[in-house]
């Protein structure tokens, strides 16, 4: 498994509410942004942008 994040990698997203984790969930890397964030599709299907401090890789992406 590569250690880039990459468009198509399977993570998991850390939820933080004021400051503390309250849950987890997993999506697919739609893209990065100019900011150097990630922008998420989690898997119920809403898409999310997030700090890449909060995503942990769990699979990489199909191979191009």
Not at 14 to 31: F, I, P, Q, S
């Amino acid at each position: 498994m590569k250690m880039v994040i990459s468009p198509g990698d399977r993570v998991r997203v850390t939820h933080l509410v004021n400051g503390y984790e309250r849950g987890h969930y997993k999506g697919t890397v739609v893209a990065w942004t100019d900011a150097g964030k990630l922008k998420i599709k989690s898997d119920a299907g809403l898409i999310a942008t997030v700090s890449s401090e909060l995503v942990k890789k769990v699979a990489d992406g199909p191979a191009q």
